[in-house]
Structure formats: C-alpha cells, structure tokens
C-alpha cells in the first residue's frame, strides 16, 4: 500500500502550479485534499509521474459571496463548506449535499472543487454544480477560462480541463427567495458513494411550482441535469419520476441493478421535490 | 458483470468480418493495444495499456477465439493481469447482415479482482467507451479501404 515513485512539485502560487502542469502534461495530477487521488496511488490504480500538490496556494483558500455567486477556492475544504453559515443560507444545496461526502474525515481534507475535478460519476458536488448551473473557473499558462457545470463533465473521471489548467474556483450562483433545495440519495452504507441521488430545486409562487431545476448523480457516466423531467414536474411530482426512470439509462454493477438504479431514481425525484417544496414554502406540505 | 451494446458499421457483412478476422486491423483499432502476438491460429497474447483519466494500468494477457462462425460470429475468451488485479471475460461478437451496412451486437461477461474491485462500477461504462472507440476506428478504417 505505498505509491509508485513520483516528481513531486510544490508551489506556492498559481503561476508557478499552471507552470508544473504546463511543464508536464499528463504526466501530472494535481493533489489537493488527496482524498480519492491517494487511494489510487497506494492501490497503484493511478499511476502519474509527477504529483502538483496545491495546499500550500494561500491565495486560493477563501470563500465568499460576491455578485450573486459563492465563489469557493480551490483550497477550500468540504468541512468549511459544511460549517458554513453563509453557505447554508445562500447555498443550501450545496450544504446539505457536502455532508453526504464520505465522512467528517475525509471532509476535513477534502476540497470542493477536487471533487468537481475528480468527476466520480456518483460524487454528490458535480451534481450540485450541475443542478445550480455552476461555473468553474480554471487557469494555465495562457489564461483563464470559465466552464458552465454542465460542459465540464464529460465522462467518468473525466473533465473539460485540459492537462495544463488548473481548477482555481468554483462559482455556485445564489437563487432568489421562493426556491427551495433539496439532496436525497441512496447508499449501501452512509459515507458511500451514492447508488442514485437526486438534487432538487422547487421555485413556489402563491403556492404553485412554478420552476423546477433537477440533476442526477449514479445514474449514468455524467451528473445530468434533464429538462423534460423538469418541466413534468412544475404539473406533477409523481409524474416526473416516471419520467426520469424512463429516459435515464444507469448501468448496473456488483451494488446495484440498471433497474433498481431507475426505480431509485424515480422514488428520490418525488422524495427530493416534496422536501424542495416545504423548505421553499416554509413546511408547508405538497398537496 | 453483464455488458452488452450495438455498432453500425458502414460496409457489408462480408467485409466486416474479414477485418475482424484480421489480427493487424484489431491491434491497430483496439484502444491501448501495445503488442499483440500470434501463440496460434486462435490464440494471442497481448500487451494493453487501458484506463480513464489517471486510472490506468498495463495489462498482459491472453485472448482465446473460442467459436469462430463465418461470417456471422465469434466468441472470445480474455485474461489479464495487472499489478492493480486481474480481469477475465468472456465475449460474444454477433454480425447481423443489413444490406450496404452491418450491424455489430456485442455482449460480455467481466469477472475482476485485486485493487480493480473498487473501480469495478465504472467498468460498464468504460468498457462501453472502449468498445465505441473501437468501432467507430473500424468504421473509418472500411470506409477509407
């Protein structure tokens, strides 16, 4: 359980980590929290030839609303996220998901944004970023480029980041008064990756869903945002649960059958909505 | 595991199944493939470097046609190992005639071990993109012939 031998590259400000990438291609990886790049060392199913570790880029530790947007360093840690208040008022999505992240451990190390970039199909953060239309931030050599959620997962464990940029920030945008949030999942046990999880957001006006934003992690390659699920749900939760088990197509695995994926997924669209309703219109129940 | 999946391929059945019958095209075509050696008429032994993102391993194996029926199918047999585990599966490759085009039904039966277990629910979808790239590089390979 020891990593093959690396380079090991440490800088201390974003130019000189973009330059280590730029340097070496896809020779590297970046390490951040460690919290899913370790394992695969120790386990040699990751291989990489040089580890760019961005702990020490001070300028990227900071958390804060500006503009509409939480915008959340690359050096932040879920656990901050978590005890956040301002996230939990402005954000409540993202607070609630982050605590389905593994355990408090692992959120003590963590980071938000190496969950983005790490891109399991399951994890709970790309689903939120795709549900909330999150914008993710990232540097190399040439510039700065902003990707919209939905164009920067692109497969499993695969991203729009080219070898030499780096994530720097992600962006979650704040949502006016009268949306309310939810995140349900399935587990086999807590703190693993979700066998289907559902993010919801119910915007409520004079007591009627008017809007409704819905993604999905687990249930295919990618987090997926689905439009047609969205728009059957501002008439009628049940519906849009039959929905979604229709036009997801999640493979099956040792944890959990195709099927039982889309019944799950059908079953925590109604649960994710009902909860997104109360919390938009202060308890009240979903008629 | 249980994977299975479709391909169109632009040529008739005929030509199809001469490429795959043809070891060179399927070293060339195969996502990773770094050697692949005749042992016997039906039996390779090969060297593939396969993954996603930084998930990636050298395995060496063997591959074994284990029916072989002209021009309408054949099964394989697949070991490998790899510092990381092992991997064996057992593959049915079907060509079913559609005029000018061939469709390709494929389905296989993964077995892994070792550290892999814990990748192993990204396995149907990586061997799905495998398979994709696979058959869209013989797709271009009968088009450009």
Redesign the interface.
């Known amino acids: 359980m020891k990593p093959p031998v690396f380079e090991y590259c440490d800088p201390t400000t974003v130019e000189e980590a973009v330059d280590c990438l730029a340097e070496r291609g896809e020779a590297a990886?970046v390490l951040a929290g460690g919290q899913s790049?370790l394992?695969?060392l120790n386990?040699?199913?990751?291989?990489?030839d040089c580890l760019v570790d961005i702990n020490r880029l001070d300028e990227l530790d900071y958390l804060h609303e500006e503009a509409g947007w939480l915008r959340v360093g690359a050096r932040v840690r879920q656990r901050r996220v978590e005890e956040s208040e301002e996230v939990a008022r402005r954000v409540p999505l993202l607070a609630e998901a982050v605590r389905y992240v593994g355990h408090p451990q692992i959120r003590n190390r963590g980071t938000v944004c190496g969950s983005l970039a790490h891109?399991d199909?399951?994890a709970e953060l790309p689903g939120v970023a795709v549900a909330l239309g999150a914008r993710l931030l990232v540097r190399s050599r040439l510039g700065t480029r902003e990707i919209p959620a939905e164009q920067f997962f692109t497969?499993?464990?695969?991203t729009a980041l080219r070898p030499d940029e780096l994530l720097v920030e992600a962006q979650f945008p704040v949502f006016p008064a009268g949306w309310g949030w939810a995140f349900v999942e399935v587990t086999n046990r807590h703190g693993d990756?979700a066998l289907c999880g559902v993010a919801a957001g119910v915007y409520v006006e004079d007591r009627r869903v008017r809007d409704v934003r819905l993604a999905y992690v687990g249930a295919g390659?990618t987090p997926v945002r689905l439009r047609e699920v969205e728009l059957a749900a501002v008439e009628d939760f049940r519906v849009a649960g039959e929905e979604a088990r229709a036009r997801l197509s999640p493979?099956?695995?040792?944890?959990a059958s195709a099927e039982f994926r889309r019944h799950l997924a059908a079953v925590l669209t109604g649960r994710a909505l009902r909860r997104a309703f109360e919390r938009a219109t202060g308890g009240e129940p979903h008629a | 595991m249980r994977i299975e999946g479709t391909h169109t391929l632009h040529a008739p059945r005929d030509r199809v199944w001469a490429l795959l019958d043809d070891p060179q095209s399927l070293a060339r075509c195969t996502p990773g493939m770094q050697e692949l050696r005749p042992l016997g008429p039906e039996e390779f032994e090969a060297v593939l470097s396969i993954g996603i993102a930084a998930v990636r391993g050298t395995y060496k194996g063997k591959l074994r046609i284990t029916e072989r029926t002209p021009p309408e199918r054949y099964a394989v047999q697949v070991e490998g190992t790899s510092g990381a585990g092992f991997v064996r599966a057992v593959g049915l490759l079907e060509l079913v005639d559609r005029g000018p085009q061939t469709e390709v039904r494929w389905s296989g039966d993964v077995q892994v071990g070792g550290a892999l277990t814990i990748g192993s629910r990204m396995i149907p979808g990586i061997a799905r993109m495998l398979a994709g790239q696979f058959f869209q590089c013989l797709d271009e390979q009968l088009r450009n012939a």
């Open positions: 990886k790049l394992p695969l386990l040699r199913l990751a291989r990489p891109a199909p399951a497969g499993q464990l695969t990756y390659p493979d099956g695995d040792l944890h």
